[in-house]
């Protein structure tokens, strides 16, 4: 069988994670949201805090490649697959402190539901906003994870850093530490994380006492915002946004007025339903995904003079991206672009003020 590690590697690996949960040549794409994505290596799941700290520590003391795996929303895998160790993040444990209004949890808990009805339950609120999108906690305090809300203005947009109290971390040098949430350095899908090879094992949210009421009354809206304007996973599988966000110009809005919805190269298709998301339509490959990315970059560009950045990371070993050219796919008729939703909502708003 093929291995990119040796005999002492794979011993000492055993050794520190048990022979039994090391798994080999394991695909990847079941763990991603895009569903795409060859085979690890090695492939390894930490249950808790601990076993995440101990397999990072390995790796590094063995010096082998490896990747650490969240939810998997927001990357895409190479069909070539990873050659090293992936470790996916499933240290779920989590303790409401109720008399500090405090949710302490493992970095692998998954945002919604877990951890928000966890919140919800206990009538803590700040984590309400954040209810459908698919994140573990660690990948969140990555990305800062953000919405607009609470609804129904949605004034501002919302982020996790705003109810981070402290993390403990597994560091770059391989030290366990607690830092309070100055050290994430957080902006707009950015991080220290992102410059820094530090691990989140854990996490500790401050909340408030909230009005259940108003907390469900939150979580209805925002994912019935949600689901009018994103491809549902379960049938359109997806990483959200591709590309970063032009302050002031609208990624969407460029992709959508260079002609580019329903755009498709291969199993890849730019949804009718937002400018930003490619789907994963029929079986796409990571290459078909690749080779759309580099043609809405490229069409984006010479029409507008905009340079669009892909926000999802690349992971793992890549394919050269499809070569065949890109065709369109229609409208399907219960589909509501961007713009007929923006006409939609004039019209009802017109309708209500004619009422009144
Ligand atoms: C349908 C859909 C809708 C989305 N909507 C939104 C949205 O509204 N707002 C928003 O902000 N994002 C959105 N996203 C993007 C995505 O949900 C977030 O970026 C999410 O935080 C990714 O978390 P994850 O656990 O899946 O991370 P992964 O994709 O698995 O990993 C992302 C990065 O985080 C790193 N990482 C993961 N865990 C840790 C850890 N414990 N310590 C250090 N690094 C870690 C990984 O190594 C990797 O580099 C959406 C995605 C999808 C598919």
Redesign the pocket.
Known sequence: MPTTFDDATLSALRDAMGADRLRQDVPLAPFT?FKIGGPADWFYEARTADQLATAVRTARALGIRH?????????LIGDLGFRGLVIR?AARHRTVRPERHQLWVE?GAIMWPDIIETAVAAGLSGLEHYVG????V???L??N???LSPPPERARTMYIEEVLLEADLLTEDTERRTVDVDYFNFGYDQSI?HERD???LSATFQLEPGDPERMRAIIAANLAWRSER?PP?DTEP???SIFQKIEGVGAGRLIDECGLLGCRIGGAEVTHRHANIIINRENATAADVRALIDHVQTTVERETGYHLTPEI?FIGDFAPPTASAPYFVPKPPDVLTAKERAQRGKEQRDAIERKT
């Open positions: 949201t990747f650490l795996l969240g939810t998997g929303a927001n990357i993040n970095s999108i698919p994140s573990t660690g990948g969140a990555w990305q994870l953000h919405f994380l530090d691990v989140v994103h996973l997806s990483a959200g990371s």
